[in-house]
T-cell receptor, first 113, second 114 residues
Framework: DTGVSQNPRHKITKRGQNVTFRCDPI?????LYWYRQTLGQGPEFLTY????????KSRLLSDRFSAERPKGSFSTLEIQRTEQGDSAMYLC???????????FGPGTRLTVL | AQSVAQPEDQVNVAEGNPLTVKCTYS??????LFWYVQYPNRGLQFLLK??????LVKGSYGFEAEFNKSQTSFHLKKPSALVSDSALYFC????????????FGKGTKLSVKP
């Protein structure tokens, strides 16, 4: 049990709708990462936070994507105007600043119809 | 640029036999290497990591990995496979040193038959 939780676990939406996912990291972990995993591929980095600051964003994170971590605890990932290509598993991971191991949540599987 | 490669899409072994899942790496500086496992419709679970020191790293569920600098490899091994080991295995390297986001291989599907 890694302790990272994600909600919802599954989301089905229609193209053009907005969706929001939530990640609750392990409580003492100040670094939080978002990844996207498509079928048959390894996870790809999207963005990461140290406390409430968003320190890095991948080029995969288009303008339709936004992530927040307002109080340095939980984080949300929003996708606006979803497209079928956004269908994927969205994974959240957390770690402390000192240790180097990221612990992953169970993921949110998004299906865009 | 940091990268890892997993040359096999799938590995099939019989229960009780030893298993090896291959990973090769390309990194600048000291390598930090990780193995994760993913069961169907689940997130990734950490298995083990190499930071420095002993080339044979022991991890969870009886898995171990051997770091080989001359061959730039970090193969995952287990002496005796279980059916429950059937899953997707990912090798990963952090971008820009130990502090960065992880760069994953494409994954290797391990199938253990009774």
């Amino acid at each position: 049990d890694t302790g990272v939780s994600q909600n919802p676990r599954h989301k089905i939406t229609k193209r053009g709708q907005n969706v929001t996912f939530r990640c609750d990291p392990i409580s003492e972990h100040n670094r939080l990462y978002w990844y996207r995993q498509t079928l048959g591929q390894g996870p790809e980095f999207l963005t990461y936070f140290q406390n409430e600051a968003q320190l890095e964003k991948s080029r995969l994170l288009s303008d339709r994507f936004s992530a927040e971590r307002p109080k340095g605890s939980f984080s949300t990932l929003e996708i606006q105007r979803t497209e079928q290509g956004d269908s994927a598993m969205y994974l959240c991971a957390s770690r402390t600043q000192v240790t180097d191991t990221q612990y992953f949540g169970p993921g949110t599987r998004l299906t865009v119809l | 640029a940091q990268s890892v490669a997993q040359p096999e899409d799938q590995v099939n072994v019989a229960e009780g036999n030893p298993l090896t899942v291959k990973c090769t790496y390309s990194v600048s500086g000291n390598p930090y290497l990780f193995w994760y496992v993913q069961y169907p419709n689940r997130g990734l679970q950490f298995l083990l990591k190499y930071i420095t020191g002993d080339n044979l790293v022991k991890g969870s569920y009886g898995f171990e990995a051997e770091f080989n600098k001359s061959q730039t490899s970090f193969h995952l091994k287990k002496p005796s496979a279980l059916v429950s080991d059937s899953a997707l295995y990912f090798c990963a390297v952090p971008y820009g040193g130990s502090q960065g986001n992880l760069i994953f291989g494409k994954g290797t599907k391990l199938s253990v038959k009774p």
